[in-house]
């Protein structure tokens, strides 16, 4: 089974700065990871598949990149709705279709 | 526009059944692979269940097998998950998902709380 690590468990930061979420695979999963956004109450939503692409209808300021074992989600400048919890998931080695323990990102 | 409405979920004792459903619509849900993932207070996401299109591929996770029985009925537009022998540990929200195994979960329905307690 492929553990995926997310760091770090909570990033406080104020709307208009940077945010860097990292995850970290227990071996490679190519690039077959994706992000997933849940705010308190919701669903999880599709952010960024296969590393680096935006899915439908995602804002530009949400990025993703990285190979391997080691991946990154950046947002580039908070809006208020982005306060939220951010999952990554991997496709590559399955079952288990795992997920990371999550990020959340509060207001400072 | 695609709708994943589940329901089914609620309270039941340790060894007890239920069985949720998942209501798809807006996308050909023959054509599509889905699955359950679940969220127990507090935590994070855990892949459940999967099964293809067919069905032929049906997968869980090592914690709900000989437990939990996934499936659909293309006709209605449904994907079902038959819960037994429950557990404490199994109260979470349980959500229906569209993703094939090399694609995302693009789509997710809102969640059915099930309460595992005695």
């Known amino acids: 089974e492929i553990v995926l690590t997310q760091s770090p468990a909570t990033l406080s930061l104020s709307p208009g700065e940077r945010a860097t979420l990292s995850c970290r695979a227990s071996?490679?999963?190519?690039?077959?990871l994706a992000w997933y956004q849940q705010k308190p109450g919701q669903a999880p939503r599709l952010l960024i598949y296969?590393?680096?692409n935006r899915a439908t209808g995602i804002p530009a300021r949400f990025s993703g990149s990285g190979s391997g074992t080691d991946f990154t989600l950046t947002i580039s400048s908070l809006e208020p709705e982005d306060f939220a919890v951010y999952y990554c998931q991997q496709r590559s080695t399955w079952p288990p279709w795992t997920f990371g323990q999550g990020t959340k990102v509060e207001i400072k | 526009e695609v709708q994943l409405v589940e329901s089914g979920g609620g309270p039941v004792r340790p060894g007890g059944s239920l069985r949720l459903s998942c209501a798809a619509s807006g996308f050909t849900f023959s054509s599509y692979s889905m699955n359950w993932v679940r969220q127990a207070p507090g935590k994070g996401l855990e892949w459940v269940s999967s099964?293809?299109?067919?069905?032929?591929?049906?997968y869980y996770t090592d914690s709900v097998k000989g437990r939990f029985t996934i499936s659909r009925d293309n006709a209605k537009n449904s994907l079902f998950l038959q819960m037994n022998s429950l557990r404490v540990e199994d109260t979470a929200v349980y959500y229906c998902?569209?993703?094939?195994?090399?694609?995302?979960?693009?789509?997710w329905g809102q969640g059915t709380l099930v309460t595992v307690s005695s």
């Open positions: 998902a569209r993703g094939t195994p090399y694609s995302p979960y693009d789509y």
């Open positions: 099964i293809n299109r067919v069905p032929s591929d049906i």
């Open positions: 296969d590393a680096s």
């Open positions: 071996q490679s999963v190519s690039n077959y």
